[in-house]
């Protein structure tokens, strides 16, 4: 598998050590870009500061630089884990159901805490009970594509990336 397949397609299976590799070369690459371009940005006058929080936004070219980046490492990562489901012969669907209830649990709060008090009580439970599911999903994806074995041989998504032998003596 090519380094373009392996970080920019939806199909086929990877081991789990290509997937760790792969996702943390990612973000220290992503991390330190944005790093880069941050600082890039304040030195060139580029940002919006806000002084009460010490924080600044980087704006114009260097604003749009780090959201393009930020989605293409998001990308990267949701094939990378969209291979590793396969390899374990499931759906990339899985992530997007996670994206889905992650992003209700966080509407949920925010609709939860600008509701008066008095009638904010049961959407602080209904929004909990979403963050709870969105924390188990997560958990469950987690243990699922980084540390549990493929299916051994091929399946619906592919051949074994571990190859036939090695598929062999790994029963």
């Known amino acids: ?64 630089a780090v959201i393009t980046l930020g989605l293409a490492n998001t990308w990267i990562n949701f094939a990378l884990g969209t291979k590793r489901l396969h390899d374990r012969d499931r759906t990339g669907w899985w992530l997007a159901a996670q994206i889905l209830v992650v992003a209700l649990a966080a509407i949920l709060a925010v609709v939860a805490l600008t509701m008066p008090e008095e009638q904010a009580a049961i959407r602080y439970v209904i929004a909990g009970a979403a963050g709870l599911a969105a924390l188990a999903i997560s958990i469950w994806l987690f243990v699922e594509i980084g540390f549990l074995r493929g299916t051994p041989g091929p399946n619906r998504f592919g051949p074994d990336p571990l190859g036939a032998r090695q598929a062999d003596v790994n029963l």
């Not at 199909?11 to 991390?31: D, E, N, P, T, Y």
């Open 1 to 64: 598998m090519s380094l373009r397949q392996l970080l920019f397609s939806l199909q086929g299976r990877i081991r789990r050590l290509h997937w760790w590799v792969a996702s943390i070369a990612a973000g220290a690459v992503a991390g330190s870009a944005t790093a880069i371009l941050e600082l890039a940005a304040r030195l060139s006058g580029s940002v919006v500061v806000d002084p009460s929080a010490q924080q600044f936004e980087p704006t114009g070219l260097y604003g749009i």
